[in-house]
């Protein structure tokens, strides 16, 4: 199903206030409230909209650290590949992990405390991590714009 404009227009509001009231969604897209409530569950159903989350913030939780480190693999065999991504998947401080074209196999975005519990994550999770030839870290050193919101 295409998305029209009306549609566009709920997905830019729910993205970034994800806890709005159907009511308070509707005024802002200038919709009826019913009209507003099955177009949002058509859009759930199909897809568009995947999940609502809260975002924390991770300075506040005690993990001001952003480290992005891009992973080189000894193969890019498919057994190499999945052995990483099911390992990598359970790193509880890895946010995102990419499969990249380029210079890096991977490229992991992981919060830490501070470089000595980065130091920890690294020893503990990453060198184990499967089929990993090589290892290069950069600490961010502060985030200029950041958002979860895709351009609609």
Do not use: W
């Amino acid at each position: 199903m295409a998305l029209d404009e009306t549609d566009k227009r709920i997905l830019r509001v729910i993205q970034r206030t994800g806890r709005i009231s159907n009511a308070d969604l509707s005024e802002a897209v200038n919709l009826s409230p019913s009209a507003c409530h099955r177009r949002v569950q058509r859009l759930e159903t199909e897809g568009y909209v995947r999940d609502y989350v809260a975002l924390l913030d991770a300075r506040r939780m005690g993990l001001p650290a952003t480290v992005f480190v891009e992973i080189k693999l000894t193969a890019q065999a498919d057994e190499v590949l999945d052995a990483f991504e099911k390992a990598v998947a359970r790193v509880p401080s890895v946010l995102e992990c990419h499969l990249m074209a380029g210079t890096a196999d991977y490229i992991l975005k992981v919060v830490a405390e501070d470089t000595e519990d980065f130091a920890r994550i690294h020893r503990q999770y990453l060198t184990r991590l499967p089929g990993v030839a090589q290892m290069q870290s950069s600490f961010a050193l502060r985030t200029v714009f950041r958002t979860t919101a895709l351009p609609v």
